[in-house]
Every structure is written in C-alpha cells, then in structure tokens.
C-alpha cells in the first residue's frame, strides 16, 4: 500500500526527497515526499520513531506534527509511545518535516540532554512539550553546531505554555528574529537563564 511507504511532506515548497511515481498509475505522481519505515512504531499519523539505546539517541522521522499526550498528569503518560524509553533518551533528533511537536511529548524526559530542531521556520512548540527536562543543556537547529547551554529557538513561530517550564541548565535563549507567539509562561522557573537573544 503506498500509503503506508509514504508520508506525504508538509511543506510543498521544500522537497524532502524527489519525485515519487505510483508503478501501478505513472498519472500519479507525488512531488513531495519522505520515506517512512512502516515497522517503525508511529508518534502521530505521519511519524514514526527509533531509538538507538547505545547512544541514547531518538530519532523522529515522517511529517506533520508529533502526537499530544493527553491528560499527563492525570494518568495519560502511561500512552505516550516513548514512556518505556522516557529516562534513558538522552537527545532527540526531529525531522525537517516535524512541524508541530505535541503537548508533553517529552515532558519530564530526566536524562535528555539535548534536542536537534527541524530546520525550516514555522515549528510549534505545544504545552509543556519539555517541561521538567532539568537535564536538556542544548537545544540546536538540525545542520549547526550545539552550543552548550544555549536553547537556538530562531526557527520556532510559537512556543505555547509551560513548554520549557523548569528546564534550569539553559543560560542563553535565541529566540527568531520574525514576530513569534511565545507564552508567558513558556520558559516558567527556569532560574538559570541570563541572556535572551
């Protein structure tokens, strides 16, 4: 089924990879496209994930947006597709054709260290999406070189509540130069930061 070989891209303008023909209808053709493992297991309708235990290393692939947890708090967790690995990823690798990371997908993630964001600009950072990662030092955008202590958020166009609530180890945050919704409480409590940029 080529539905299942593919995950359509979410942005047109920015080919993942090139042109897909249907070999049953060569009329159809998709211009856009990334590949995904279907033996993957699935982080929303178009995401999949692996983990590499060795490195401690999870990798977001596909397109779209990454799934909420619903109802954290209260029990919702326990449905997450990475609660079994939560405490032994230490970085977080997320495709270029990620564009929305769900609420509490890697809320209290204690040994993450550090996060590669997808680069194109437009990403959104949803509820509590790192909240109590008092482990996460870095966070860069995929192609650049990780700055210790710095979170390069340049890419993003909103980070919602709480989304890096109680993440202490950040000093520096970059944030885009471009007008972007931030919430007041996006970076709650993190009582080592010095610099906004």
Not at 8 to 19: Q, V, Y
């Amino acid at each position: 089924d080529l539905k299942k070989q593919i995950a359509l891209a979410i942005n047109p303008d920015k080919p993942a990879f090139d042109t897909l023909v249907n070999i049953n209808d060569e009329s159809e053709v998709y211009s856009y496209f990334v590949p995904i493992d279907e033996n993957l297991p699935t982080c929303g309708p178009r995401a999949v994930f692996e983990f590499d235990e060795a490195t401690g290393t999870l990798t977001i692939h596909g397109s779209r947006y990454i799934d909420d947890i619903i109802n954290y708090y209260g029990g919702g967790s326990k449905t997450s597709p990475f609660f079994d690995i939560k405490h032994q990823v230490k970085h977080v690798v997320i495709a270029d054709t990620i564009n929305e990371i769900g609420k509490y997908a890697f809320c209290q993630f204690s040994n993450l260290e550090s996060v590669a964001l997808p680069n194109f600009e437009g990403l959104v950072i949803s509820n509590a999406a790192f909240e109590k990662c008092r482990n996460l030092r870095t966070i860069y955008i995929n192609g650049n070189e990780p700055i210790e202590g710095t979170a390069d958020l340049s890419q993003v166009s909103e980070i919602r509540a709480w989304a890096f609530s109680e993440d202490t180890c950040f000093a520096n945050i970059i944030l885009p130069e471009n007008d972007a919704e931030i919430a007041k409480t996006a970076f709650d409590s993190n009582v080592n930061l010095a610099n906004v940029y």
